[in-house]
């Protein structure tokens, strides 16, 4: 999933200066799942800014509504009356979802109301991590399902480095070794021989340092 | 500022940690909500009850080892602290919201406890947000 987190109250309010009926649109995928933008953010959210709002005596409308992807145009269409009576989308959703609705929506301001930060997973309750960097040329195949692209520190391929102590990262002892997990997994996995071979130096073009990328289907397009 | 009526409180509570006995709520208009646990304590009904009027909301709960649904007070607990950082946020002053270990049987610390809270709002004042409701 991409996981996000929600912008000080205090910068979102500051954004929303301009305008006096919004529309808090929440995404009922990703940013759901890591308490950023799902339907109950979308309420707590509204309620503290009424408060808020009340409390510096300006009049404003709050509209609330979660659809259950912004980043597809299915679903963002869900939204449109909504949108067409308010002067303004908060979107609770991540960087895409925000661009997919303006994108739709040309003559609409939308405004981010999180801030994105990864693709990870829930490692245990209310604990996120970042798992893949979206290289665009995956190599979890060779390190028995560890990503040393994203989880080690120095991108290693042909790791570990000399800071690896005790199944931890020299940059932040909480944070575990990426080399220290690809080992034991593939030892587990009896697969230990994948670090026999030597890897060269990786092929960025394929990830966003080849710039901005896109992703075509021919048999998917008419 | 001075709160010159009584003063508005929201007492939401879990099954087991409270019981409402004669003169508790003197000194203040009180509104109770009940919970089947107090793990349904939500982020939003906290909020909400201050969008309702109430200048000061409390949560009662059970004591975190005699929770019968044995994590309840812990994660009420964590909601409480986080809307209390929201209202910090917000300039609502954190203060007036406030989560307690209680069993209902010990309604003497109860009423301690509204009473401790209805003279801490003279000094927080009151609902900042209120004096705007439509
Ligand atoms: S190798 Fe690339 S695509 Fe595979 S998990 Fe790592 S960053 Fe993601
Ligand atoms: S300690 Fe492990 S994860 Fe950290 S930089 Fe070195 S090899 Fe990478």
Known sequence: ?222 | MKINTEPKLTLFHCLNSFEETASMFDGCDAKTIKMACSSMTKDVHLLRAFEAGADAVLVLVCHEKGCRYAQGSMWAKKRVDYVKTILDDIGMDGRRLNIFNTTAKDSGSIKDIIQNTISQLETIGPNPALNHFN
């Open chain 1, 1 to 222: 999933m991409i996981t996000a987190s929600q912008k000080p109250i205090n910068e979102i309010i500051e954004l929303l200066e301009p305008y006096k009926k919004i529309l808090i649109l929440g995404c009922g995928t990703c940013v759901k799942t890591c308490f950023a933008g799902g339907e109950d953010e979308v309420a707590v959210l509204a309620s503290a800014l009424r408060l808020s709002f009340k409390k510096m005596v300006r009049p404003i409308e709050i509209e609330e509504m979660t659809i259950e992807r912004q980043c597809e145009n299915e679903f963002i269409q869900e939204a449109s009356s909504s949108i067409a009576r308010n002067d303004v989308i908060l979107s609770l959703a991540c960087g895409a979802g925000v661009q997919a609705m303006a994108k739709r929506f040309s003559k609409e301001v939308v405004l981010p109301g999180l801030n994105t930060t990864f693709i990870g997973i829930q490692e245990s309750s209310g604990i996120f991590t970042e798992e893949c960097s979206g290289c665009g040329d995956c190599s979890l195949a060779t390190f028995g399902g560890v990503c040393p692209v994203t989880r080690c520190a120095k991108k290693l391929l042909n790791g570990p480095c000399g800071g690896s102590q005790n199944g931890f990262c020299e940059i932040d002892p909480d944070t575990q070794c990426a080399w220290h997990l690809i080992i034991e997994r593939l030892t587990t996995l009896g697969q230990l021989d994948n670090l026999k071979t030597y890897i060269p130096p990786k092929n960025w073009n394929t990830s966003l340092c080849g710039g901005p990328r896109k992703l075509i289907r021919e048999d998917h397009i008419i």
